[in-house]
């Protein structure tokens, strides 16, 4: 049993860049998040899914994109990259009105 | 979602004090969960508290939610240095379903050994 497994760990992009982080879990867990951190910051929250087709915009949506084609995957997409996307990213999944489970997380520097 | 402020942002505490933490929102919460965060590490669930004034203990940590159900706190008792890391508060968005967590900004605790 996996948990929510997230891939890279790290990246550095350039300017403009895209690229798409991978989260995937395998606890059949109907809901997923994608959260941001910020160095001595808190988190926050990104996009969210309720279920596969599902999504919806959290606090920080901007710059971003995700989809929910299956109940495991949960991949957030940084289409034209910028310097303040330089963040810790973090995808969690859970079931309803339960703990979350978070992934180890995917440093990225946009530079 | 629901909008909760964390309090304090930092902690240094001597081994074998103790350390609070608190999170307090203007509106009522259907439930929070407390989460810790070790340095350089993810989120970890500690608890969640669902009813008014409800208090829950693990070992050394106690956790209560005010009567109200505005505020919540996280008291450790007797530090130790395995307890350094960032500990957040966590609630939902309306509806009483968990599915928008919003987190607290958290409190930093340093422990001196």
């Known amino acids: 049993n996996a948990g929510v497994t997230q891939t890279p760990k790290f990246r550095i992009l350039k300017i403009g860049q895209s690229m798409t982080l991978q989260c995937a879990q395998d606890m059949n867990h109907n809901y997923m998040y994608w959260y941001r951190q910020d160095p001595g910051m808190g988190l926050k929250l990104i996009y969210y899914?309720?279920?596969?087709?599902?999504?919806d915009k959290g606090e920080v949506p901007n710059g971003y994109n995700v989809s929910r084609s299956t109940t495991e995957d949960f991949p957030l997409r940084l289409e034209l990259a910028a310097p303040s996307q330089t963040s810790v990213y973090f995808c969690?999944?859970?079931?309803?009105?339960?703990?979350?489970?978070f992934g180890s997380g995917t440093q990225l520097s946009v530079l | 979602g629901q909008q909760v402020m964390q309090i304090p942002q930092y902690q240094h505490v001597q081994e074998g004090e103790d350390f609070t933490t608190y999170c307090n929102s203007s509106?009522?919460?259907?439930?929070i969960q407390w989460y810790k965060q070790r340095p350089g590490g993810h989120p970890v669930f500690l608890i969640q508290?669902?009813?008014?004034?409800e208090v829950k203990k693990q070992k050394r940590l106690t956790f209560q939610f005010g009567e109200a159900k505005k505020n919540s706190s996280l008291h450790i008792t007797a530090t130790q240095t395995t307890d350094v890391g960032t500990y957040f508060c966590a609630t939902e968005g309306s509806g009483g379903s968990n599915y928008k967590l919003t987190f607290g900004k958290g409190t930093l605790l340093t422990v001196n050994p």
């Open positions: 969690a999944s859970g079931a309803t009105n339960e703990k979350l489970f």
């Open positions: 899914s309720v279920g596969a087709g599902i999504t």
């Open positions: 508290l669902v009813k008014s004034g």
């Open positions: 509106t009522t919460l259907s439930n």
